[in-house]
């Protein structure tokens, strides 16, 4: 191996971003030091995609730009320079077979997050970097606001020329990711924007949950307002469970809920999304003189899933057992309303146990988006969640990662 030259580089953080970062550095023959706090690296790499990785899609870079949700612009370097075709190619040049699953979703053909995972820590080891587990940094050393040295927990201080912060959000923190990056970019003057749970179920506050608890809605759509404005529309799963909602339509309306003056968003529930509201009450009115002479609790059972009907026939206040061909056309009016819009009362998000990212942390505006360089300080320069951008389900916030790692490698 060709000698390396003497400037050193210190990535902080052994995450999908802070390897990604370390090997484009080290192509360029810098020397590279990970440090990595946790014992084992990459432990949240391991959990993505339920232990299979969705790692990236078959999305084009615009076409990807549409599922992040923050710091859209701001990304757009990263992503054209370094695509989800870019990704696929850079694993299967390290001989990991790839498979796509619905929703152009990428994974390894194993199945196994540690597939990839060990690829990479393969890859570091043989392009020399070298790897410090268990190694926390406690602080970035600057003279004449440039990187100098790093500090670790211990007192231990590293001199480099190069640091690239790559310490994730605050999710999951039993794998390493809690904040601690924050508090180093902080120090050396950069502004955090309130890092926000996303991608997290909502805590709610309707009796009918209990009723409807373990219930998996597929094909419906959940609508956020703003007051009367229409925030965000998502169709898909809503799981139920008591006082908590789940599910993929409910983790991408998270990502547009801040949880200060929760008092002013509403959510609804569309449950029957597929009929607008005049076919939705011919149907109601089908089932109505189909059941004529039963009660009204019994005449849902072909519109309706089991655990569902006794909720909807306690909020429509119709009587369970007003005979059906006794039912008025208000009520049933009332009813379509019900079933379009079934009310949510929000109290608040899953905590950082429950969250797959977080959105906000290292103010974009800071940083250069082609090099993911400190505006502020030379030699400094990030990777990954501890940045603010923040995208939906889908292999995209790794995605994020590798291009934002690429990147920092690259310009280091
Ligand atoms: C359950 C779950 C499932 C997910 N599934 C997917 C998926 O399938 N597809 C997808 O695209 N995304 C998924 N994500 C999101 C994805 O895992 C993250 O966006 C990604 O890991 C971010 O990478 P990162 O390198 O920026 O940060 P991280 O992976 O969080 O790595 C940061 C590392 O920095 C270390 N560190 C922190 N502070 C210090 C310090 N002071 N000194 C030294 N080391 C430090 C931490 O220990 C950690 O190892 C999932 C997340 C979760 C929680």
Redesign the pocket.
């Known amino acids: 191996m060709e000698a390396k030259n003497t400037e050193k580089t210190a990535v ?8 990604m970062a370390a090997l484009q550095a080290a192509k360029r023959n810098k020397q590279v030091l990970i ?4 014992k084992r ?5 391991l ?4 232990g ?5 899609s078959t999305l084009r870079p615009q076409e990807m730009i549409d599922e992040i949700f923050r710091g859209q612009q701001f990304l757009y370097s990263a992503i054209f320079q370094f695509p989800p075709q870019a990704t696929r190619d850079f694993f299967e040049k390290l001989g990991v077979k790839l498979k796509e699953e619905r929703g152009r979703r990428i994974y390894p053909a194993s199945n196994r997050a540690a597939e990839i995972k060990n690829k990479l820590i393969e890859e570091l080891n043989n392009q020399g970097v070298r790897i410090k587990l268990a ?4 602080k970035i050393l600057t003279s004449a606001n440039t990187v100098t040295a790093i500090k670790l927990k211990g007192g231990k201080k590293i001199a480099v020329s190069s640091v690239i912060l ?4 605050i ?2 923190p039993e ?4 904040g ?2 924050y508090r ?1 970019a902080e120090d050396l003057g950069h502004k955090i924007k309130k890092p926000e749970l996303a991608l997290v179920p909502l805590k709610v506050e309707n009796d009918w949950t209990s009723l409807a608890a373990g219930l998996k809605l597929k094909n419906v759509m959940v609508k956020l307002f703003w007051q009367e404005d229409l925030v965000k529309e998502s169709f898909g799963e809503v799981i139920i469970s008591k006082n908590k909602l789940t599910g993929s339509a409910i983790l991408i309306i998270s990502c547009h809920l801040q949880e200060f003056k929760l008092e002013n968003y509403k959510l609804a529930i569309d449950l029957k999304p597929g009929l607008g509201k005049e076919k939705l009450e011919r149907r109601i009115q089908g089932d109505l003189d189909k059941y004529s002479n039963k009660y009204f609790k019994n005449a849902l059972k072909d519109l309706l899933p089991a655990k569902l009907r006794p909720v909807i026939v306690k909020l429509s206040r119709i009587p369970a057992d007003k005979v059906c061909h006794q039912i008025t056309g208000r009520e049933r009016s009332e009813l379509v309303k019900l079933l379009k819009n079934l009310p949510v009362k929000v109290t608040g998000k899953g905590g950082v146990k429950e ?3 977080t959105s906000g942390g290292l103010a974009l505006e800071e940083v250069e988006p082609a090099t993911m360089a400190s505006k502020k300080i030379a030699g400094l320069y990030f ?4 940045l603010e951008p923040a995208a939906y ?9 590798f291009s934002t ?1 690429y990147l920092a490698g690259l310009n280091c």
Do not use: F, W
């Open positions: 902080i953080g052994c995450g999908p971003a802070g390897m440090l990595e706090k946790e690296p990459a432990k949240k790499l959990l993505t995609g339920d299979r990785c969705n790692l990236t190694t926390e940094v406690e790559a310490t994730g959000g999710s999951y794998t390493g990711s809690d601690s990056g180093l969250a797959i990212i990777a990954g969640e501890i389900t889908g292999g995209h916030n790794l995605q994020i990662a790692g």
